[in-house]
């Protein structure tokens, strides 16, 4: 059998595991930062890649009303989604080029491990302006699949620096940055007077900022809460420190 059978001169279906183009998007879904490529799924990701002008090529699974230019049979498809109920397209897109942080604020992420909230944070930062991403080493990786999923996207609008370390916070400091930590014992958030240059740290989840990093901090911010509850969720909390710390100047 053919590993690719054209059905139109400008359709075609993929057949075969031994495809070029299969094997090649395989390659994509594991090793996403060697291919320099992403491989993203259904409408929703395929809206926000064109509210951001981010050119994209589409595969569709075999049967589907979509307009592609390539199809894969049903089982080659479902071998490159990672969700239990799939969309019936994937999109291939470039990962951006590394570029250098801009002037504006900085959000530092310290061992963040669940993708889910990696992912919500990620969103949240792009949904309020905050495009540069530090994340330090021990955090999950923003090409995770599930971080994609969760970020919905947008996530390919940022400029994110992975593994980063304390020499890193060194010279956001020494560009005149002030660093603020997220602390439950710190100053509340909604009297804070957010400075003209400051880099928000946001700890892992069970354990908060590393100790290591504490000396580095000029300031720490808390959610005031009701009732016992102590803490909440990294990226409900990272979410809303970065609405107050962006917003905060605005609404006083």
């Excluded at 595969?59 to 969309?87: C, H, I, N, W």
């Excluded at 990962?95 to 990696?118: H, M, Q, S, T």
């Excluded at 990226?235 to 100047?249: E, G």
Aim: hydrophobic share 40%.
């Amino acid at each position: 059998m053919r590993d690719i059978i054209k059905e139109k001169e400008e359709i075609m279906l993929i057949t075969s595991d031994r495809s070029k183009t299969f094997r090649r998007l395989m390659a994509i879904r594991k090793r996403p930062k060697i291919e320099k490529k992403l491989l993203l799924e259904g409408e929703a990701m395929r809206r926000q890649l064109e509210d951001f002008c981010i050119p994209y090529t589409l595969y569709a699974k075999e049967g589907e009303e979509v307009d592609s230019e390539v199809f894969l049979r049903a089982e080659l498809f479902d071998r490159l989604v990672s969700t239990v109920t799939p969309q019936p397209f994937l999109l291939v897109v470039d990962i951006p080029e590394n570029k250098p942080f801009d002037e504006g604020a900085i959000l530092v992420l310290d061992r963040i491990r669940d993708p889910g909230n990696l992912g919500t944070i990620l969103r949240s930062a792009a949904g309020f302006g905050i495009n540069n991403i530090l994340s330090l080493k021990g955090s999950v990786s923003w090409t995770n699949t599930k971080v994609l999923r969760s970020s919905l996207g947008s996530i390919l609008s940022l400029v994110i620096h992975e593994d980063g370390s304390q020499e890193d916070l060194m010279r956001i400091k020494k560009a005149g940055y002030r660093l603020i930590g997220a602390d439950m014992y710190g100053e509340d958030v909604r009297t804070f007077s957010a400075p003209d240059k400051w880099a928000l740290m946001i700890g892992n989840e069970g354990e908060g900022l590393s100790k290591a990093l504490e000396p580095l901090l000029d300031d720490k911010l808390s959610i005031p809460m009701k009732g016992e509850m102590e803490s909440l969720n990294a990226a409900v909390a990272a979410s809303i420190l970065l609405y107050c710390m962006t917003m905060n100047k605005e609404y006083k």
